[in-house]
């Protein structure tokens, strides 16, 4: 494989490793203790702080700002971490931070899209096949499952979780849970139904999807609490994969989920 290319106008500091094939553009800055796997694409103007490690084929937009030091006041200064999987589109702007201690690490999946101005917060986890539109915005500590979409201007309070293949709606407020499959909208958020595009454009079968509809309509259509809706799941669906998925949510919820 070919040796790294990097513009003359770009910093890279000791310590950096830059995997095979990877371009870095005009006016870069890559910091000690940053790891890029191959074939990653640097525009110009990104600035990588690490320790971060980031696998194959990464692309990385102009001014992005990847694995600065936290935003969290309680930071005292040791190393912390940021990790990436491989495939990921950054666009313009986008800020990702490392986390707080040395105990924890920020992680982002697989092929996932964060669009310009996006901000991954400190000790977040986010999944494989994600979506950020403009502005999405994650909190500390926060858990977006795979294929997970977040619309433009989406801010998620901390410590939430958003579940897989959830979605919501541009300008949303999130404070607590989203389970998953499901469309949350509004400021502050509510249920409003089920992803079912989503979950057409990934080939799900429709008994599936009507099963998960079903449990939609205990937990959101009747006058079940949020204990009662699991008991109803339990007894009157099949105990597929979804439905495990969604009643374990549930259970493990701890601020709550949205109504």
């Given at each position: 494989m070919s040796a790294a290319q990097i513009h003359p106008t770009a910093i890279i500091e000791p310590g950096a490793e830059l995997g095979a094939a990877t371009s870095v553009g005009p006016y870069c800055v890559i910091g000690p203790d940053v790891v890029l796997g191959p074939d990653c694409w640097l525009q110009h103007h990104v600035t990588l702080c690490g320790p971060m490690k980031a696998g194959a084929k990464n692309r990385f937009y102009a001014s992005c700002?990847?694995?600065?030091?936290?935003?969290?006041?309680?930071?005292?200064?040791?190393?912390?971490?940021?990790?990436?999987?491989?495939?990921?589109?950054?666009?313009?702007?986008?800020?990702?931070?490392?986390?707080?201690?040395?105990?924890?690490?920020?992680?982002?999946?697989?092929?996932?899209t964060f669009l310009a101005y996006s901000h991954i917060g400190h000790d977040c986890q986010v999944g494989d096949g994600v979506v950020f539109s403009n502005n999405g915005t994650l909190a500390g500590h926060v858990q977006v499952g795979d294929h997970a979409v977040m619309g433009g201007l989406t801010a998620?309070?901390?410590?939430?979780?958003?579940?897989?293949?959830?979605?919501?709606?541009?300008?949303?407020?999130?404070?607590?849970?989203?389970?998953?499959?499901?469309?949350?909208?509004?400021?502050?958020?509510?249920?409003?139904?089920?992803?079912?595009?989503?979950?057409?454009?990934?080939?799900?079968?429709?008994?599936?999807?009507?099963?998960?509809?079903?449990?939609?309509?205990?937990?959101?259509?009747?006058?079940n609490n949020r204990r009662q809706a699991i008991e109803a799941m339990q007894k009157e669906l099949p105990q597929t994969e979804e439905i495990t998925e969604i009643i374990q949510f549930i259970e493990q919820s701890e601020r709550g989920i949205i109504r």
């Open positions: 700002s990847i694995g600065q030091q936290t935003q969290d006041l309680k930071y005292q200064g040791e190393p912390t971490y940021l990790e990436i999987g491989d495939e990921n589109t950054f666009r313009e702007f986008v800020t990702i931070s490392r986390s707080t201690t040395s105990k924890g690490k920020t992680r982002i999946g697989h092929r996932g998620v309070h901390q410590f939430c979780r958003i579940g897989r293949f959830a979605i919501t709606g541009g300008c949303s407020k999130i404070v607590q849970d989203i389970p998953p499959f499901m469309i949350a909208d509004g400021n502050p958020a509510e249920i409003r139904g089920v992803n079912l595009i989503g979950l057409e454009r990934k080939n799900y079968p429709p008994e599936s999807v009507k099963l998960i509809k079903e449990a939609f309509r205990l937990i959101y259509r009747s006058k």
